[in-house]
């Protein structure tokens, strides 16, 4: 067994069977977990306004903290809106949910793909960079910060690897590196910080109902 056809075949079974069962667990055990007794009247009824506050109004920092952590957090878009680009409009991997879900969709052209990775793993260094010169942000940070860092660069850096323009089109090699490192991404994403993707909306919006029943909308 070659190493693409081992991060084709085995690699890639293992890699979704955790990432489906640990997302789905994670889920799971956030949504059943008891929730603290709310001692207080509601002062208003307004649950789905709060929630929906509660996520839209975090979408850009509060305008007293904006000039501080503004470049940040525009940072952060870039490199989410890159991800997104480069997952979801870039042929192959359009074609690779395809063949998982049967379902596809229309791709963007290949070089608005790859100026979207090269824009991505730019903007991903300037985080790190960020992250390792700010004093507060890294006296927070642990292992998970770092390593979450790394398993979302290394697909990118890979992938935007694996094109061999001498030869005009993919090396095998670079592609077999390039699964094993989303393989990697998909095996520690139920465990990190990177659920995040999937669970920023959900605690915002539950962060938006409590203020909101307090009558205060976030």
Same mark, same amino acid.
Do not use: C
């Given at each position: 067994?070659?190493? #693409? &056809? %081992?991060? /084709?075949?085995?690699?890639? *079974?293992?890699?979704?069977?955790?990432?489906?069962?640990?997302?789905?667990?994670?889920?799971?055990?956030?949504? *059943?977990?008891?929730?603290?007794?709310?001692? !207080?009247?509601?002062?208003?009824?307004?649950?789905?306004?709060?929630?929906?506050?509660?996520?839209? /109004?975090?979408?850009? $920092?509060? $305008? /007293? +903290?904006?000039?501080?952590?503004? +470049?940040?957090? %525009?940072?952060?878009?870039?490199?989410?809106?890159?991800? =997104?680009?480069?997952?979801?409009?870039?042929?192959?991997?359009? &074609?690779?949910?395809?063949?998982?879900?049967?379902?596809?969709? $229309?791709?963007?052209?290949?070089?608005?793909?790859? @100026?979207?990775?090269?824009?991505?793993?730019?903007?991903?260094?300037?985080?790190?960079?960020?992250? #390792?010169?700010?004093?507060?942000? /890294? #006296?927070?940070?642990? @292992?998970?910060?770092?390593? !979450?860092?790394?398993?979302? %660069?290394?697909?990118?850096?890979?992938?935007?690897?694996? +094109?061999?323009? =001498?030869?005009?089109?993919?090396?095998? *090699?670079?592609?077999?590196?390039?699964? #094993?490192?989303?393989?990697?991404?998909?095996?520690?994403?139920? +465990?990190?910080?990177?659920?995040?993707?999937?669970? =920023?909306?959900?605690?915002?919006?539950?962060?938006?109902?409590?203020?909101?029943?307090?009558?205060?909308?976030?």
């Amino acid at each position: 067994m070659t190493l #693409l &056809e %081992f991060a /084709r075949g085995p690699a890639l *079974t293992v890699a979704l069977t955790v990432f489906i069962a640990g997302t789905l667990w994670r889920i799971f055990r956030l949504a *059943t977990r008891p929730a603290p007794p709310d001692r !207080s009247a509601p002062r208003v009824d307004a649950a789905a306004a709060g929630a929906l506050l509660g996520i839209l /109004r975090r979408f850009w $920092p509060h $305008p /007293r +903290f904006g000039a501080r952590i503004g +470049f940040s957090v %525009f940072i952060g878009y870039l490199y989410h809106i890159g991800l =997104a680009v480069i997952v979801f409009a870039y042929l192959p991997h359009i &074609e690779f949910i395809r063949k998982l879900i049967g379902v596809g969709w $229309p791709a963007l052209p290949a070089p608005v793909t790859y @100026f979207a990775g090269g824009v991505t793993m730019f903007a991903l260094l300037i985080a790190l960079m960020l992250r #390792l010169t700010d004093p507060v942000k /890294r #006296l927070l940070s642990r @292992f998970d910060n770092y390593f !979450s860092w790394l398993v979302v %660069f290394l697909p990118v850096a890979t992938g935007m690897a694996a +094109f061999d323009t =001498a030869a005009g089109g993919f090396n095998q *090699t670079y592609i077999a590196l390039h699964l #094993l490192t989303v393989e990697l991404f998909l095996l520690w994403f139920p +465990f990190g910080k990177l659920m995040h993707a999937g669970l =920023a909306f959900w605690s915002r919006g539950i962060t938006g109902v409590k203020y909101g029943r307090r009558g205060a909308m976030p």
